[in-house]
T-cell receptor, first 113, second 109 residues
Framework: DGGITQSPKYLFRKEGQNVTLSCEQN?????MYWYRQDPGQGLRLIYY???????QKGDIAEGYSVSREKKESFPLTVTSAQKNPTAFYLC????????????FGPGTRLTVL | KNEVEQSPQNLTAQEGEFITINCSYS?????LHWLQQHPGGGIVSLFM???GKKKHGRLIATINIQEKHSSLHITASHPRDSAVYIC???????????FGTGTSLTVIP
């Protein structure tokens, strides 16, 4: 089955530790995205990548890093520099071009203790 | 200032009622999306539209490009429709999506 997966669904970390969230897609999509969702707010773009080995900062990139070494994978690292890392993180992918529908993963809920 | 505004923020309805959720946006768009997020957190795309109206089962989405407004209608609502409905626009000025804060719908049996 084609789709986009994120793991794990729930993640707990101590403050000060870096943590990497996984996102994999087998839809052959060129573009991939990371969003953060907080209560009462819309999804906010952290990073996006339109092609392998290239990525761009979104609106709230500070304290995060990404890599895009393979088309299928777009891992997000939440670093200790991120002041409020506890949130729900969603990964998405889409084909390139206009009218691109985004397909979302199931999300990872990160709690920093 | 949010590029995408939704109303209402919260909505409670009796089973069988007709429901309308509204979305207004302030940027130029190539498409508007209605998304559904269930309590588990996963998001699915309901509609993508750039003009007119689309229908899928009991769901109807309309868009008025001149007025920069879209509505999502649910006919004969059911408790399984309970979810957060999110309006998102695909900006025509770059590879940028803007999301509304969502409308939390609860349908009571």
């Amino acid at each position: 089955d084609g789709g986009i997966t994120q793991s794990p669904k729930y993640l707990f970390r101590k403050e000060g530790q870096n943590v990497t969230l996984s996102c994999e897609q087998n839809l052959n999509h060129d573009a991939m995205y990371w969003y953060r969702q907080d209560p009462g707010q819309g999804l906010r773009l952290i990073y996006y990548s339109q092609i392998v080995n290239d990525f761009q900062k979104g609106d709230i990139a500070e304290g995060y890093s990404v890599s895009r070494e393979k088309k299928e994978s777009f891992p997000l690292t939440v670093t200790s520099a991120q002041k409020n890392p506890t949130a729900f993180y969603l990964c998405a992918s889409s084909i390139q071009g206009a009218y691109n529908e985004q397909f979302f993963g199931p999300g990872t809920r990160l709690t920093v203790l | 200032k949010n590029e995408v505004e939704q109303s209402p923020q919260n909505l409670t309805a009796q089973e069988g009622e007709f429901i309308t959720i509204n979305c207004s946006y302030s940027v130029g768009i190539s498409a508007l999306h209605w998304l559904q997020q269930h309590p588990g957190g996963g998001i699915v795309s309901l509609f993508m539209l750039s003009s007119g109206k689309k229908k899928h089962g009991r769901l109807i989405a309309t868009i008025n490009i001149q007025e920069k407004h879209s509505s999502l209608h649910i006919t004969a609502s059911h408790p399984r429709d309970s979810a957060v409905y999110i309006c998102a626009v695909d900006s025509n000025t770059g590879n940028q999506f803007y999301f509304g804060t969502g409308t939390s719908l609860t349908v009571i049996p």
